[in-house]
């Protein structure tokens, strides 16, 4: 039986500890489990569930700080980030258990005399992958969702956190669910497929939009529908007239949380030719406040990345750049004092439309910056990518940032501000960055059919 063996990104790659991967023959035996729980959990209804679902919302409660340490352990995230990833995604939680009945509230009209009723039910098994980015958030949003909605769940969690995947199985298993609601395989993208390629009715994914594509396939054979949250590269537009000021923490903490890996991060920054130097300027000095170091350090504010794949990667694209003609303001390479996966907070300016760092996701703390001269170019650059999660804009004209919005082709803009979501708003990109939402009744009316029935 293979091994999947976890380490310490931040702390020189020491081994953690292992986990055996999933056999086929038990990701089977737990799809079967989940069709045959199916029935009951979905005869339940939805206020049945929400009371059996309470319980675990009080386990994940009373082991915030043990959630919050090994997640920094495991994916090299600074603790204090941890901790209000943690309580984020008890929020979160906690509004699921709070309005998930109202979000898939029967809806009943009169039309021409007769009456219509539209309901909302559970589609069966949903296979449930998510990414190691945020590990306790992407958990919660992919598997508690679906549970209240009344599918059951087959969860996989990445292969960079399995320790994260034991220890969440483990808290699951607290709360008591009947046998087959919820289980938990593990392994890589094999074991990923393997389940996919199961009796499941759903799949929820999160992940790379390369991994996407492949389940697309997988989803289109099976004839299943896939709800999917992909990559992103979101533009961050600065006006001639935005308060700089104001913008700057904005933009750093936009970009530089998580170390850069961050489906939502500001990846590409568009700013007017007038205010260029200034912010970049800014920019600069603001990131050395950045404090690199060991996760578990309290005053850590950036940690490593997740794995060495994600260095190299990191260092490919910087390379591009740098060979194409892009000028280091900031940073640019491995720090020389600390041993594991960290990447030193950079900004690079003289960007070309051709350079990797431009054109695909960088999932690290690489901040590329270009100008422009007109409200249409910065529209064209923005959109010049084949991803569509989000936008920032940052102008004191209100009127400037509703055109604009109304023009960038992503699922969420947000004006002078950044990351502000709400567990009631609908979540998902355009283009490449994903198809449907999460999230708020939009994103739980897509875990179920609608049914009409009309007397
Ligand atoms: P990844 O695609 O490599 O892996 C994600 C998960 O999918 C893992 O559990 C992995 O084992 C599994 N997987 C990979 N290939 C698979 C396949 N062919 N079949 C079945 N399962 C497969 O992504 P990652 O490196 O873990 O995460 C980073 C990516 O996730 C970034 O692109 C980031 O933007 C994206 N992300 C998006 C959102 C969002 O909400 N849009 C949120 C977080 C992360």
């Not at 603790?79 to 943690?86: L, M, T």
């Not at 296979?127 to 992919?142: Q, R, Y």
């Amino acid at each position: 039986m293979g091994l999947l063996i976890s380490t310490n990104p931040a702390r020189n790659f020491e081994v953690l500890g292992q986990v055996p991967v999933s056999p086929l023959t038990e990701i089977q035996e737990k799809i079967s489990l989940a069709r045959n729980a199916f029935h009951s959990w979905k005869e339940l209804g939805i206020d049945k569930r929400i009371v059996l679902l309470k319980p675990i919302f009080q386990e994940f409660q009373n082991n915030k700080e043990m959630l919050a340490k090994n997640m920094a352990l495991e994916i090299g995230k600074p603790i204090v980030e941890c901790r209000k990833g943690v309580e984020t995604g008890l929020k979160y939680f906690n509004d699921f258990l709070d309005n998930g009945a109202a979000y898939l509230q029967d809806e009943t009209k009169k039309i021409e005399g007769t009456i219509h009723h539209i309901s909302f039910e559970p589609f069966g098994v949903a296979a449930v992958i998510s990414p190691w980015n945020f590990p306790f958030g992407s958990f919660i949003w992919g598997v508690i969702p679906n549970l209240i909605a009344g599918n059951t769940v087959v969860f996989k969690h990445s292969e960079e956190c399995p320790l994260y995947g034991e220890i969440l199985e483990k808290l699951m298993k607290k709360g008591n669910l009947p046998k087959g609601v919820f289980s938990e395989i593990y392994g890589d993208a094999t074991q990923g497929a393997q389940l996919l390629q199961g009796d499941i009715t759903l799949i929820w994914f999160t992940g790379s939009t390369r991994a996407g594509q492949a389940i697309y396939q997988i989803a289109a054979g099976k004839f299943v529908k896939v709800l999917m949250e992909l990559g992103g590269s979101n533009p961050a537009i600065v006006f001639e007239d935005a308060d700089i000021g104001k913008a700057v923490p904005k933009l750093v903490a936009s970009r530089f949380t998580n170390a850069g890996q961050f489906c939502d991060a500001a990846k590409r920054l568009i700013v007017h030719e007038s205010r260029f130097d200034e912010l970049v300027e800014k920019l600069a000095v603001s990131i050395q406040e950045i404090r690199l170091g060991d996760p578990l350090d309290e005053k850590t504010t950036m940690g490593s990345l997740v794995a060495k794949r994600q260095v190299k990667l990191l260092e490919s694209q910087v390379k591009d750049a740098i060979q194409k003609g892009a000028k280091i303001v900031t940073g640019g390479k491995k720090p020389g004092n600390l041993k594991g996966a960290y990447f030193e907070p950079t900004i690079l300016v003289n960007i070309k439309p051709t350079m990797r760092v431009w054109k695909e996701e960088v999932f690290g703390p690489v901040l590329p910056i270009v100008s422009f001269k007109t409200e249409t170019e910065a529209i064209r650059l923005a959109n010049d990518t084949e991803y569509g999660l989000g936008a920032e804009i940052y102008t004191a004209n209100p009127e400037t940032a509703k055109r604009v919005a109304g023009q960038i082709d992503a699922g969420f803009i947000e004006i002078n501000q950044a990351n502000h979501w709400h567990a009631s708003n609908p979540f998902g990109g355009f283009k490449k960055s994903g198809m449907g939402r999460e999230l708020g009744k939009y994103g739980f009316q897509e875990l179920c059919q609608i049914k009409l029935i009309s007397e």
